[in-house]
């Protein structure tokens, strides 16, 4: 372990230790349908304790973000992945173009909704700006096997705005429109409901032109046109 990483992991498990709420923690797992244990620590005293904890260090290099967030993802209580996910947001810029292997793994480890979005919108999806190779890996995630790779590649374009690869987007829609999983039916309503901010007349056009849609997808993506 790094040092960053082992002060880090340091102040973290203190932190966590002191703020322990085992009933807050019992109905936070079953929130989460009891897939991870809680400490029981709120989403607004997540944030607090993490500031403290990241001030004062060095910014990371990628190998301490690699330690950072592998060492977290091995934890059992499920706040550590939230930390890990905002750590990785914050400095995205240390990331290099092979740190997306990582990513994958962090993506198809204890997956479920809320360390996936927050990967794939602001970290994958930063990470895949800043290295436009990576896009490549996208196209293959958007046809993978893993629901949780499809909804990262539906969703890593979710904040590019005008920046937007519509082909690849609507293509990725087109792709997974039958896809029998809720939450990638449900990405795909996200992703265009989320770019018709930008341009809503091409996001209609693509849903009235796409009959093979699921009635969710449509649903979500019309929602404010």
Known sequence: MTDLA?????????SFAARRDPARAVAMAAYMRDQ?????????EVRA??????????RPTDEDLTVVALSCWEQPEREYQYVACDY?????????????PIARTLLTTKSWWDTVDPLATRFVGDLARAHP???????AWSADENMWLVRTALLFQLHYGTATDTDRLFGYCTRQ????????????????????RTDPSS??????????LSPLSRKEAMKHL
């Open 6 to 14: 082992g002060a880090l992991m340091s102040r973290l498990s203190a």
């Open 203 to 212: 996001v209609r056009a693509y849903v009235t032109a796409t009959p093979s």
């Open 133 to 139: 190779e990576l896009v490549e890996t996208m196209d």
């Open 49 to 58: 304790m993490e500031r403290a904890a990241f001030a004062g260090l060095p």
């Open 177 to 196: 429109a039958g896809h029998p999983d809720f939450f990638v039916r449900k990405a795909i309503g996200w992703a265009l409901r989320h770019y018709a």
């Open 36 to 44: 991870f244990p809680y400490f029981g620590v709120p989403a607004p």
């Open 88 to 100: 990785l947001r914050r400095h995205v810029a240390a990331a290099g173009p092979d740190f997306l």
